[in-house]
C-alpha cells in the first residue's frame, strides 16, 4: 500500500470514530443542557471536520508534479491545517460565550449513569484516535496526520476535565456553575491548540530552516573528497524536505568524478533523513572564486 492510501485509510477510520464521538456528545449535552459535554461535542466535531478536509486535501496532495507545481502539490497538505486552526478557533469562540451563558445562569440536571458511562466511552475512544493517528503521522511523515493528532489529542483533556466535572457534581455534590468553570477551560485548551497548530504551519509556509544546517555540514564533511560547505539552506514541503548548498572540492577533479561525488553526498544524506528528501549540490573548485564576465 503506498504512503497516500495509507494515509487515507488512517484519515476515513479516525473520521468515523470522530462522528461517533462527536454525535454522542451533542446528543448527551442536548438532552442534559450540560454546557461542558455539549462544548466538547463541538470540539470532537471539529476532529470530524478536519478529517474531511484531510481527505479532500489529500486527493489534491498526490498529484504528480506539472508544470506549475514543479516541487509537487504536498503544500496543499499544510494548507489544509490552517482550515483545521479556523475551525479550532470559531469553536472556541463559540464555547467561550456559551459558558459565559451557563455561569450567569446554570440550567441543568445533576448527571445520571448513563451519561457518565457514555462519556468513560468516548474518552477511551478519543484516547485510541489520537494515540493511534500519532503513531501513523510520524511512521508517514504526514504534517497533516502529525497536526490533527494533536488537534484529537485537546479532546482528551477536555474530556478528562469534562468528566472529572461530572464526577465531581454527581458524587461530591460539586455546585452546577462547575460546568461553566470547566467550559471557559475547554475554550482556553482549544485555543492553544489552534495557535501551536498554526505556528507549526506557518514554519513550513514561510519556508523556515527545516534542518539544522550543522547536522547537513557534519555528514558532508565526512566525505574525503569534500574540503568545505557553504550556502546551506533547507526547507519543508508537506512530508518533502528540500536542501541546497555548496561544497569545495580538488579543481583538477574530473567533471565526471564531481558529478559522483554529488551523486554521493545526495545518498548519504537520504541515508540519515529520508528517501523523501530533495537535494540540489553545487560543486566548486577549491581557491577559485567567480567572477562575473563582462
Known amino acids: 500500500m503506498s504512503k497516500n492510501k495509507q494515509v487515507l485509510f488512517v484519515l476515513w477510520l479516525t473520521l468515523f470514530l470522530n462522528i461517533l464521538v ?7 449535552g442536548l438532552l442534559t443542557g450540560i454546557g461542558s459535554i455539549l462544548a466538547d461535542g463541538y470540539h470532537s466535531l471539529a476532529d470530524a471536520s478536519s478529517n474531511i478536509i484531510g ?25 489544509a491545517t490552517l482550515f483545521i486552526v479556523a475551525l479550532l478557533s470559531y469553536l472556541g469562540i463559540e464555547v467561550f460565550f456559551k459558558s ?26 478519543n484516547i485510541f484516535v489520537a494515540t493511534y493517528e500519532n503513531i501513523a503521522g510520524k511512521k508517514l511523515k504526514s504534517t497533516l496526520l502529525i497536526a ?17 466535572n461530572l464526577l465531581l457534581i454527581t458524587f461530591l455534590n460539586a455546585p452546577l456553575w462547575l460546568d461553566a468553570v470547566t467550559s471557559l477551560l475547554v475554550a482556553m485548551i ?7 497548530i498554526f505556528k507549526e504551519s506557518s514554519h513550513e509556509l514561510t519556508d523556515a530552516v527545516a534542518i539544522e544546517p550543522q547536522l ?15 550556502k546551506i539552506r533547507s526547507r519543508k514541503s508537506g512530508s518533502q524536505v ?6 569545495k ?12 561525488l554529488s551523486h554521493d553526498l545526495e545518498d548519504e544524506l537520504r541515508a540519515v533523513f529520508g528517501n523523501d528528501l530533495g537535494v540540489i549540490i553545487h560543486v566548486e573548485p577549491e581557491g577559485y572564486s567567480y567572477k562575473k564576465r563582462d
Open 249 to 260: 572540492s580538488d579543481p583538477n577533479m574530473p567533471l565526471v568524478d564531481a558529478h559522483n
Open 55 to 79: 481527505l479532500f486535501t489529500m486527493k489534491i496532495a498526490q498529484k504528480p508534479i506539472d508544470e506549475d507545481h514543479a516541487y509537487g502539490h504536498q503544500r496543499y497538505e499544510t494548507l
Open 22 to 28: 462527536s454525535s454522542i456528545k451533542i446528543i448527551v
Open 190 to 196: 482549544i485555543f492553544k491548540t489552534a495557535y501551536g
Open 148 to 164: 490533527d493528532s494533536k488537534h484529537t489529542l485537546s479532546d482528551i483533556y477536555i474530556s478528562a476535565g469534562v468528566l472529572i
Open 216 to 230: 547537513i555540514t557534519e555528514i558532508v564533511l565526512k566525505n574525503p573528497r569534500v574540503f568545505s560547505i557553504h
Open 100 to 125: 459565559i451563558e451557563s455561569f450567569q445562569n446554570p440550567s441543568f440536571s445533576r448527571p445520571e449513569l448513563l451519561t457518565l458511562l457514555l462519556m468513560i466511552f468516548t474518552f477511551g475512544v
Open 242 to 247: 528540500f536542501i541546497d548548498f555548496h561544497v
